[in-house]
Each structure stands twice: as C-alpha cells, then as structure tokens.
C-alpha cells in the first residue's frame, strides 16, 4: 500500500512539472513481448519538459492490446441471390497492459551527424487485464477475467534521427518490467507482463 501511495505521488509529481512546461511530445508504435501474454501490438506517447538539448524529463504511457477469437465455419447460407459463409466463435481471449511512468531521457550528441543515441528510464504503476469467453465440451459458456496492479519499471534506449529543425524520427527498444502480485487469503498469485518494445515513431519539439 505505501509503495503504490509512494508511486502516485512520484507520476503526480512528474506529470505537474511536465505538463506545466510541457515542450516535447512522441509518438510511437511498435510489437510488445510480454512474458506471460500474446504478443502483440504497443502504442506509446511520452509527454514532458526539455531540460536542456540533452536532458528530457518526461510522463509516459503505454498500450498494449491483444484479441485472439477460435473460430470455426459451420456451413454456407443463401440469402437473397448471395452465397455467405457461416462461423461460430468458439472462443475469445483479450488481453491488455499498460503502464503509466515518469521517465529521464537523456541523449548522446554526435557531432557532425543527423542522427542521436539517447537512453531512457523511467518508474510508474501498472495495469494488466486478461479475459475469456468460450464454450466447454458441455457447450456451456465460460467467462472469466483476471485483473493485476503494481509497480512498473521501464530501462532501453534508441537512435533520433533528425529530419527538421524540430523534429525527429524514432527508433528504440525498451524493456518493461512488470511482475505483478494478487494476495488472496492465505496464499498470493503472480502474473508476470514483463517483456521487451521494439517501436518506432517522431518525436516534436514544441518551443
């Protein structure tokens, strides 16, 4: 409990200084590698306060969404002079993670080049449900959720490429810690959405 207080007050924090003198906004999407989930698709936004040429100070937030549907094709129908194919869902899995951090940027001039390293890392909560619906061996219908909260931890690093006076191509890799635990009571489960973004998107300067 003091550790998630601890943690709103840190993003709270972070997000007042950034969005008061907010001057840099990315945009990104990319392929998200959780450890215990379906891969999938992840867009991102960061949010924040250029400190100096080199140093960001930055609120981000993630999003990670799956849908997979089993379904099969139970015959064709003829309806109004059109053949259509007919399918039953048999079940479908969602799934979706996202955390919310405040992060340091900070970036590795090269002198003579369009294009700068930069590292990135960052500390927040996190988020992560998981749902299911289907049909057992009975035909009867199953629905179940499972929904997991906790601290958040983001370290990678990328390439800015420089393609106007105040703009920027983005490549990068992060990964994303996010090990979470559910107390029950007498025993705890985990669920382990930890896993590594590979996206790419532009950054904007705003000043």
Do not use: C
């Not at 991102?44 to 981000?60: K, P, Q, R, T």
């Not at 979470?180 to 996206?199: A, C, I, Q, V, W």
Request: hydrophobic share 40%; charged share 20%.
């Amino acid at each position: 409990m003091k550790k998630t207080i601890f943690l709103f007050l840190l993003i709270f924090v972070f997000s007042t200084v950034a969005f008061s003198t907010s001057n840099s906004f990315s945009f990104k999407v990319g392929y998200y590698m959780p450890s215990e989930l379906k891969s999938g698709v992840v867009w991102g936004a960061d949010y924040g306060y250029v400190i100096d040429e080199n140093v960001s100070l930055l609120i981000g937030g993630d999003l990670y969404y799956r849908n997979i549907r089993n379904i099969t094709k139970t015959g064709e129908i003829e309806d109004m002079g059109i053949k259509q194919e007919e399918f039953q869902e048999l079940s479908e899995w969602t799934g979706y993670h996202i955390p919310i951090t405040g992060k340091f940027k900070i970036k590795f001039p090269m002198q003579g080049y369009r294009f700068k390293p930069y590292g990135i890392g960052g500390v927040g909560f996190g988020l992560t449900h998981v749902s299911f619906e289907g049909t057992d061996i009975s035909n009867e219908n199953q629905k179940d959720s499972l929904t997991y909260t906790g601290f958040v931890w983001q370290l990678g690093g990328g390439i800015l490429y420089r393609i106007g006076s105040k703009s920027n191509l983005i490549i990068e890799i992060i990964y994303n810690r996010a090990n979470f635990e559910k107390e029950n009571e007498n025993y705890f489960t985990t669920l382990d959405s930890s896993g590594l973004m590979l996206r790419a998107g532009i950054n904007v300067l705003m000043f």
